[in-house]
């Protein structure tokens, strides 16, 4: 079946530095979407993203939707405490009848001041 | 505007009570998703309902569970009997099914059954 794999599965930064991580498929996806989960609450819709190739910024939060369509990526630029959390990347696949989202494992942030 | 409403924010009981997890999606949002989230097996998709009909519920992990969406602004998540091992947090989340499929999570409900 569809999956999602991220990496890396967990980062240990200094405040101020910049953040890459990424996400990858085998199969095709139609849309991604990047989530952040602070600890006790839900996940947060960061981004999203809906053509091939296409780059989206919100913040100092970047993403890149893969040309591939099997691949997405967020930076992260100057980090400060408060990214630390989960980021989830989620993308859009087919299945039979409807399009279901599938989550990735997450990659942990953790910022040291 | 009110995000998706998720209640009790925690929960504890015996192993072998019924459970009761409510949600109350974003007005207007026409599809409704019940998450479960544990350490070992990070976010699995339980059911999802669009319209008020479940469309998909692979993800349910056995007959103790059962989702009802009886009108558009409210669905239940029950397991009856409980066990220590449904200890997790249970998100809901609602979209709208036409156009970005973008999920919106609730603040989850953190069930520990001892």
């Known amino acids: 079946g569809q999956q999602l794999n991220q990496s890396p599965q967990s980062m240990f930064i200094q405040e101020g530095e910049d953040v890459s991580m990424n996400c990858t498929s085998s199969?095709?996806?139609?849309?991604w979407l990047w989530y952040k989960q602070d600890p006790g609450e839900g996940p947060v819709l960061l981004i999203a993203?809906?053509?091939?190739?296409e780059l989206t910024s919100n913040g100092r939060l970047t993403a890149q939707f893969g040309i591939t369509r099997k691949d997405s990526f967020l930076n992260i630029s100057a980090s400060i405490p408060s990214d630390v959390g989960i980021y989830f990347c989620?993308?859009?696949?087919?299945?039979?009848?409807?399009?279901?989202?599938?989550f990735g494992p997450g990659t942990s942030l953790s910022v040291i001041p | 505007d009110a995000g998706v409403i998720q209640s009790p924010r925690h929960e504890v009981t015996e192993m072998g009570q019924e459970v009761t997890l409510r949600c109350k999606p974003i007005?207007?949002?026409?599809?409704l998703f019940w998450y479960r989230q544990t350490m070992m097996r990070g976010l699995e998709l339980l059911i999802y309902?669009?319209?008020?009909?479940?469309?998909?519920d692979s993800g349910m992990p056995e007959d103790r569970f059962s989702a009802k969406m009886p009108n558009a602004s409210f669905s239940t998540l029950k397991i009856q009997p409980s066990e220590p091992r449904d200890s997790a947090v249970y998100f809901c989340?609602?979209?709208?099914?036409?156009?970005?499929?973008?999920?919106?999570f609730g603040p989850g409900t953190r069930l520990t059954v001892t």
């Open positions: 993203l809906y053509k091939a190739g």
């Open positions: 989340a609602s979209s709208l099914l036409q156009g970005t499929h973008e999920q919106y």
């Open positions: 007005s207007g949002h026409n599809s």
């Open positions: 989620a993308g859009l696949g087919r299945k039979t009848s409807y399009d279901k989202v599938i």
């Open positions: 199969s095709i996806f139609n849309t």
């Open positions: 309902f669009n319209n008020n009909v479940p469309i998909d």
